[in-house]
């Protein structure tokens, strides 16, 4: 009797879907959106959703004229669930695109997905280095409007130069984020003569970093350190009070807005690359981060921006279509096409789908901006490399015959 | 390795072995007196850091926040244990009742979203919807009376199996209540600076949490032996029917003990908070971990979960440090091979 | 006709209408159905220990996770499993996932109980640590997307019905074959310790080894539906071996009624209602899923499956009521 009832509810469930209407109007344009709402990431979800929706708002729900129906679905932190969600919004709701994800494993799920259904589909945050590079022939249908992992650690391991860091010990979370990450900061170092000494990688997600702090080299001049989610707060806090003095670097997400609002003091003086920051002392910027602020109560991470941006770019490009969504392969050319001031800086594309944009060198200190009357941690721009592309000065040919950086490449050479 | 480094690693280890031994007592203890597997333990260690925060955010004091946040969810426990886990009488009335207001409450919410134009407004008018909730769950209540819910008591796995249904309810609250943002607790600045002995630097607060287990572990130990309460704790433990035959309550005593296991865990939540931060998604890791002590230690023995805290902050820490591919595995592996040679523990008793 | 005999045809009758229904939907509901009862034949190889040798597991995940690892693995290193070796790939996920829990029931199956729990938790999370750090192995936190796509044999399986048909198949046959199990000397054996074991012991059965058994049986077909699992999502990651998802096919059992083999199903078919239907109608789709959990255990502890027989009791209850109320007063709960 119940399997009865099971089958029912199947029939009910197939006649709603049915009856959902895919009254696709002429003058809409159908975005599905998937962001983690639940789950231990929900909050990046929420601040990429955000960010997205800010500029709707600010925009009367129009993209390039047309109208936005805007189609939002839990993925969960979870790549099954995203590929699954996905084929709805395709298939079900007739989505013009597919834009978001937060792991890399989710913009790896999506990305054949994408192709298989022949749909646009934009990670505004998956920043896994190959999905615009080695394997990009398979996904004709992706566009990024963020970062790869490695874009802004190049120019930082040529800072790192600069500061006559001749020794560093990176530690990083041992997943692939982090092995690119590290992987982009080494490749540069070492090409100007700096050394890595010890590569550290506590798991994703450890807050107890006892076991790994007193094995830091005490000979090398500065840490390298990648943190992401709840891990930032922690490492530095139990790294100065472990009596470690010698400065830090941080990878794009151990300084950025979401987590710097809710760390301490220590964190002054620590520097970090980024595509974005939230300090960025341009008038786009400041109105940015006040809209923002004003509605959604916190600073801006780049979670937002890039969310936001994303939404100014495909406005952009459906004005320069015509006000009209044509193919994705259109789309994606126009798009490719476009340079744009945004919030962020300049913003163009490389010839692989990946934007060219400004690297901002930032360091964290404590004062008031923008007219907020309270003294905060800001991540003050203290050197911006223009024009950087996922390939840094490499070129486009030699960087992809190297093989995407992994824990093992480059090669730890100067590791005891 | 030299010196310095075994001597650091165990000091870190036995800093994390006492946080754990903070929510694994209370784990321990519920488990003996009341037999229950309470997966919503992590829960409660995750809730006693945000309601912390709300305190500081409020007070600007760190040191209220602590009892506060474990008076808060002592009761939340004690609210669970009474109403869902063990009600009696009149409980069960009220029990009914606020599920009704649930039931209810989703009734009204799906109403809303499917007819938007019979209903106005979604939670526009607060008064509206309360009144209309109202309504609905009168006669949700009166069947629930009728159907008399199935006493949960000895049964293991549904025990089990309604605590996780209410971790993700928890989990869920939490991230309305207080967003996901990764926070963290910050003790007063006289607890950051570090000692520096022999050439190492010892963090003032890993200090303060060995301290703080101690404390606490040596006033439940007096509790435990030299108290007529705890004298009384200790005979259900041992043998429930029995305590009753001789005229214990055992009823009060297992309310006593939720709560105080419910509070420890919060304890070990606020403590902790400024160790591992306070995050969406830190209830179910801690809950794993929580077992490991649990088991390793013994269901039920209070000396067995300072043991087995300590053993599996230290395995944890040596652990990370010596063989960093196999980092959980050089958990859980102990404990598997613990309860094949003895089931209840090393210091548990059936 | 006997309550047996229509039972089955009832059974027989919903999945002929599963069959039929589906395909007309969508490509949602159709990968929906399809994950769902690749979930469902873990849930029911679970019931294997649950329902009928009353044996309570955390740690289902493990062979779950095992298979669907080994086939996303062998799939994309070793190219193997995605053309006619496809059907080799069956018996080697269930026998990979058989001499795990062969592995595993040495340790667990000497305890009961929520020792038992315990210990089916610490195995699930041995599995679990290693998925998530064995990076050169498992890809780590990326964990890995089948390349290849879905095996190709003559049927196109990239299309989502076809895979569906597929899937039916080899659920509809997991139904079978651990019906004939339950209805076997050796299920029957089963059901005896469940109720009694002390008793099947004083009669000379070898209880430990029936559970061994029942355990490698479980772990099994766990092994079986992660195979279908890794085809049907194209991609594992540690996620699929987390504790949650050992919980998720607890509840789905008890959910649909433990000890009715098809009440696996049903659970696993609510539950993924609920987590990836209703997720995209409401936000507060999770509030919803609590409530169910604990409503179904307050008031229905033999799950779905049991309403029948509750509703009997209830009746029995008022009957009873009504006598009483003659002869005494009427007690309240």
Redesign the interface.
């Given at each position: 009797?119940?399997?009865?009832?099971?089958?029912i509810?199947?029939?009910a469930?197939?006649a709603v879907?049915?009856a959902v209407p895919a009254v696709a109007q002429e003058n809409e344009l159908r975005i599905g959106y998937l962001a983690p709402?639940?789950?231990?990431?929900?909050?990046?979800g929420?601040d990429m959703r955000d960010g997205f929706l800010l500029y709707l708002e600010q925009h009367g729900n129009k993209l390039g004229g047309m109208n936005v129906k805007f189609i939002l679905?839990?993925e969960?932190?979870?790549?099954?669930?995203a590929?699954?969600?996905a084929?709805?919004l395709v298939?079900?709701d007739k989505v013009h695109m597919l834009i978001g994800g937060v792991?890399?494993?989710t913009g790896?799920?999506l990305a054949?997905v994408s192709t298989?259904l022949k749909t646009l589909y934009i990670p505004s945050i998956p920043a896994a280095d190959d999905l615009t590079q080695r394997q990009l022939p398979?996904f004709p249908y992706l566009i990024r409007t963020s970062w790869s992992s490695s874009q802004p650690h190049h120019p930082l391991g040529q800072y790192a130069c600069d500061q006559g860091y001749k020794k560093i010990v990176t530690i990083a979370a041992?997943?692939?984020f982090g092995y690119e990450v590290v992987g982009g900061f080494q490749k540069t170092f070492e090409d100007c003569g700096g050394k890595i000494v010890q590569k550290i990688?506590?798991?994703?997600?450890?807050?107890?970093f006892?076991?790994?702090i007193?094995?830091i080299k005490a000979d090398a001049d500065a840490v390298l350190s990648l943190m992401v989610?709840?891990m930032?707060?922690?490492f530095i806090?139990?790294l100065r009070?472990?009596?470690y003095k010698k400065p830090v670097l941080g990878g794009g997400t151990s300084y950025d807005e979401?987590?710097l609002?809710?760390?301490?003091d220590?964190t002054i003086g620590d520097v970090s690359a980024l595509h974005y920051s939230a300090a960025l002392e341009t008038p786009a910027n400041e109105k940015f981060v006040k809209a923002y602020r004003a509605k959604f109560g916190?600073v801006p991470s780049y979670y937002s921006e890039n969310n936001y941006t994303t939404a100014q770019l495909i406005d952009e490009t459906i004005k320069k279509l015509g006000g009209k969504f044509t193919t994705p392969e259109e789309f994606i050319k126009t798009m490719q096409a476009i340079k744009l001031d945004a919030v962020r800086g300049p913003i163009s594309f490389d010839e692989n789908r990946n934007p060219i944009q400004n690297i901002y060198i930032k360091k964290v200190e404590k004062k008031k901006m923008f007219g907020y009357d309270k003294d905060e941690l800001w991540n003050t721009v203290i050197k911006t490399y223009p024009n950087v592309s996922q390939f840094w000065t490499y070129g486009r040919e030699k960087f992809l015959a190297q093989p995407v950086y992994d824990?093992n490449f480059p090669p730890c050479k100067f590791c005891e | 390795m030299n010196t310095?480094?075994w001597v650091?690693?165990a000091f870190?280890?036995v800093?994390?072995g006492a946080l754990l031994f903070l929510v694994g007592a209370g784990l321990s203890l519920i488990f003996g007196v009341m037999r229950i597997v309470n997966l919503s333990h992590g829960s409660y260690f995750l809730l006693g850091g945000y309601v912390a925060l709300s305190v500081i955010w409020i007070t600007g004091s760190w040191a209220l926040s602590i009892p506060i946040a474990v008076i808060a969810i002592a009761l939340v426990g004690l609210v669970m244990e009474r109403l869902f886990l063990r009600p009696e009488g009149r409980a069960k009335n009220i029990r009914d009742a606020l599920i009704a207001l649930g039931i209810a409450l989703i009734i009204r919410l799906s109403l809303g979203r499917l007819l938007p134009q019979m209903i106005p407004g979604q939670i526009g008018n607060i008064v509206q919807v309360t009144l209309v909730v109202a309504i609905i769950a009168v006669p949700i209540y009166l069947v629930l009376q009728r159907i008399s819910a199935v006493a949960i008591e000895a049964d293991t796995l549904r025990q089990v199996l309604m605590t996780v249904g209410f971790a993700f309810l928890f989990q869920?609250a939490a991230?309305d209540l207080w967003?996901?943002?990764?926070?963290?607790i910050?003790p007063p600045p006289a607890l950051?600076?570090?000692v520096?002995l022999g050439g190492m630097?010892f963090?003032?607060?890993?200090l303060f949490m060995i301290v703080g287990a101690l404390v606490i572990g040596i006033l439940l130990w007096l509790a435990m032996e030299k108290t007529r309460m705890g004298a009384m704790v200790r005979a259900t433990v041992d043998d429930a029917q029995m305590a009753r035959g001789v005229g214990i309550d055992t009823n009060k005593i297992s309310m006593f003990i939720f709560a105080l296991g419910a509070g420890m865990a919060a304890l070990g939540g606020v403590i902790g908070g400024a160790?591992?931060?306070v995050?969406?998604?830190?209830d179910f890791?801690m809950l794993p971990i929580a077992f490991a002590v649990v088991i390793i230690g013994g269901m039920g023995s209070l000396g067995g979960a300072a043991i087995g805290a300590l053993l599996v902050g230290l395995a944890?820490?040596?652990?990370?440090?010596l063989f960093?591919e196999l980092?959980?595995f050089t958990l859980y592996a102990p404990m598997v091979l613990i309860l094949a040679l003895k089931p209840t523990g090393l210091f548990g008793r059936d | 006709m006997s309550t047996q005999n229509l039972k089955i045809a009832?059974?027989i009758?919903?999945?002929l209408?599963?069959l039929v229904?589906?395909p007309?939907?969508?490509?949602?509901?159709v990968?929906?159905?399809t994950?769902a009862m690749a979930f469902a034949i873990l849930a029911m190889s679970l019931d294997i220990l649950l329902g009928f040798t009353g044996l309570a597991s955390l740690g289902q995940a493990a062979y779950f996770g095992v298979g669907a690892y080994l086939t996303a693995y062998l799939a994309n290193y070793y190219g193997f499993g995605l053309k006619w070796d496809f059907w080799l790939m069956i018996p080697i996920g269930m026998a990979v996932g058989g001499a795990l829990a062969a592995l595993f029931g040495l340790f667990a199956i000497r305890a009961t109980g929520t020792y038992f729990l315990m210990i089916t938790l610490a195995l699930g999370q041995c599995v679990w640590g290693l998925a998530?750090?064995w990076?050169s192995v498992t890809?780590?936190?990326?964990?890995i997307?089948l390349?290849g796509?879905r095996p190709q044999f003559g049927i196109d399986l990239?299309n989502?019905i076809n895979f569906f048909y597929l899937t039916f198949a080899f659920f509809a046959a997991t139904l079978f074959a651990l019906y004939v199990l339950i209805r076997s000397p050796f299920g029957k054996s089963l059901l005896g310790i469940r109720e009694r074991e002390l008793r099947m012991r004083i009669l000379g059965y070898n209880v430990w080894l029936h559970k061994y058994i029942a355990f490698i049986i479980a772990g099994a077909f766990g092994g079986l539906s992660g195979v279908i699992w890794a085809h049907a999502?194209?991609?594992v990651?540690p996620?699929t071996v987390v504790l949650t998802t050992s919980v998720d096919a607890l509840l789905m059992t008890v959910l649909?009624?433990a000890g009715t083999l098809?009440g696996g199903?049903?659970g696993s078919?609510i539950v993924f209602?609920l987590?990836?239907?209703v997720?995209?109608l409401v936000?507060w789709w999770?509030y919803v899923l609590g409530g169910v959990y604990v409503l179904t255990i307050l008031y229905l502890p033999s799950g779905?499956?049991g309403?029948?027989e509750r509703v009997r009791q209830w009746r029995n209850s008022q009957k009873k009521r009504e006598t009483t109320k003659m002869t005494t007063a009427p007690s309240s709960h």
């Open positions: 009797m119940a399997r009865k009832l099971q089958s509810l199947m029939g469930a197939v879907g049915l709402l639940t789950g231990g990431l929900a909050q990046t929420i679905e839990d969960q932190g979870k790549g099954d669930v590929v699954t969600k084929k709805k298939l079900q792991l890399a494993s790896y799920a054949p298989e398979q041992d997943y692939a990688w506590p798991p994703l997600g450890t807050k107890d006892g076991p790994y007193p094995t989610a709840a930032p707060a922690q806090k139990q009070s472990a009596g979401f987590v609002p809710f760390m301490g220590e916190k824990k | 310095q480094f650091v690693q870190n280890g800093s994390y869920q991230l967003s996901g943002n990764p926070f963290d910050s950051t600076q570090s520096s630097s963090p003032l607060y890993r160790f591992l931060g995050y969406p998604g830190l890791e944890d820490n040596f652990g990370k440090a960093p980092a959980y | 009832i059974v009758v919903c999945l209408a599963l229904l589906v007309m939907g969508n490509s949602f509901v990968l929906l159905a994950r998530y750090r990076n890809g780590g936190d990326n964990g997307t390349k796509g990239t989502d999502n194209g991609i990651t996620e649909g009624g098809v199903a049903i078919a209602g987590r990836e239907y997720s995209t936000p999770q779905l499956m309403i029948p």
